[in-house]
């Protein structure tokens, strides 16, 4: 998808240094998908149209939100748009709306 980059969320910081890009490691089960055409500062921290998984468990539904750079740094690894899909199939499902 064109101008979207996919993330990976981790519950931990120490799960997100174990993993690679190949060998993503232990992680939620859901992806975010960022825009960042438009990013806009908001309280100091540059900030992120977005969309991902709305409860804390493996492939769940979606919603459209925001995220902070800080927040992607601190608790995601870019993965490809393949990984993405493999992860979480609803995220996709939701951008196809």
Do not use: D
């Not at 519950?11 to 975010?32: D, F, M, Q, S, Y």
């Not at 309280?43 to 992120?48: K, M, P, S, W």
């Amino acid at each position: 998808m064109k101008g979207i980059r996919f993330y990976l969320e981790y519950a931990t910081k120490t799960e997100k240094n174990k993993a690679t890009r190949k060998k993503v490691g232990k992680h939620t089960g859901n992806c975010i998908a960022v825009e960042f055409k438009q990013p806009y500062h908001s309280l100091g921290e540059v900030c992120f149209w977005a969309y991902c998984g709305v409860f804390e468990y493996e492939n769940s539904p979606c919603a459209g939100t925001a995220t902070t750079q800080g927040y992607l740094r601190e608790n995601c690894k870019h993965i490809s748009e393949q990984q993405a899909k493999e992860i979480h199939p609803n995220l996709f499902n939701y951008l196809e709306q």
